[in-house]
C-alpha cells in the first residue's frame, strides 16, 4: 500500500524551462511534506519542505506547492540547470514518521 | 565536517552469512534510521532509533537487527542474509527535536548483494 506515489518515474526538461514533479499522498493525517534530491552514488540530500498550513514554500529557484483537499503536492524548477539533473523523492509524514516516494528521475537537456 | 558515514560501500556475501553494514554520524544526532531503496519501491523504513537504546522496528524490519549503544553509531545486523535482501541501504540521521521539520541527513549509501 504506497501512501506516497510519484506516477512518473522520469522527467526531462530543457535547460532553462521549468521542471514541474509530482507528489500525491493518501493519508489525511500527513502534516509535513519534503523534498528530497539524490545524485547517483550519494545519499539523498533535503532539498525544501513545506508543512500543511502553508500552501507554498519558495527558496531560490525551487518551490513547493501543496494542495490539501486533492493531497498533492509538486515541485517547481525554474529555471532548470543541468546540475539539477538528479532522483527527486517526495516525503510525507506526521509525528515522527516519514513516508517516501518512489523517486522521479529529472533530466535536465542542453 | 558534518557527516553520516556508512561502511562498506559495496559488499557481497552469500546467503546465510552474518554481515553487519556500519554508521557512524558526528552530528550529535538523537535519531538515527536505516533505509533500503528498490527499483519501483523507493525509500523504505527497516528500523529507527530515537536515541540511545531506544530503537523501533520501520516498515520493512524482518530479517534486520539493531544497536544503538552510543549515539554516533547504529549498526543494522543481518543474521541470516538472504537474496531478497540485495538492496541499497542508507543511513540517516536528524536532529530528535523538531519532528519532520528537521531533515534527515544521508550517508552515500551501502550497496549489497546477496547471492
Known amino acids: 500500500d504506497q501512501q506516497v506515489k510519484q506516477n512518473s518515474p522520469s522527467l526531462s526538461v530543457q535547460e532553462g524551462r521549468i521542471s514541474i514533479l509530482n507528489c500525491d499522498y493518501t493519508?489525511?493525517?500527513?502534516?509535513?511534506f519534503l523534498w528530497y534530491k539524490k545524485y547517483p552514488a550519494e545519499g539523498p540530500t533535503f532539498l525544501i519542505s513545506?508543512?500543511?498550513?502553508?500552501d507554498k514554500n519558495e527558496d531560490g529557484r525551487f518551490t513547493v506547492f501543496l494542495n490539501k483537499s486533492a493531497k498533492h503536492l509538486s515541485l517547481h524548477i525554474v529555471p532548470s540547470q543541468p546540475g539539477d539533473s538528479a532522483v527527486y523523492f517526495c516525503?510525507?509524514?506526521?509525528?515522527?514518521?516519514?513516508?517516501f516516494g518512489t523517486g522521479t528521475q529529472l533530466k535536465v537537456e542542453l | 565536517e558534518a557527516q553520516v558515514t556508512q561502511n562498506p560501500r559495496y559488499l557481497i556475501t552469500v546467503t546465510g552469512k552474518k554481515l553487519t553494514v556500519t554508521c557512524s554520524q558526528n552530528m550529535n544526532h538523537e535519531y538515527m534510521s536505516w533505509y533500503r531503496q528498490d527499483p519501483g519501491l523507493g525509500l523504505r523504513q527497516i528500523y529507527y532509533?530515537?536515541?540511545?537504546?531506544v530503537t523501533d522496528k520501520g516498515d520493512v524490519p524482518e530479517g534486520y537487527k539493531v544497536s544503538r549503544k552510543e549515539k554516533r553509531n547504529f549498526p543494522l545486523i543481518l543474521e541470516s542474509p538472504s537474496p531478497n535482501q540485495t538492496s541499497l541501504y542508507f543511513c540517516?540521521?536528524?536532529w530528535g527535536g523538531g519532528g519532520l521539520s528537521s531533515p534527515l541527513h544521508f550517508g552515500n549509501g551501502t550497496r549489497l548483494t546477496v547471492t
Open positions: 513545506i508543512s500543511s498550513i502553508k
Open positions: 540517516a540521521s536528524k
Open positions: 493519508n489525511s493525517m500527513f502534516d509535513y
Open positions: 516525503a510525507a509524514g506526521g509525528g515522527n514518521k516519514l513516508t
Open positions: 532509533s530515537m536515541n540511545v537504546e
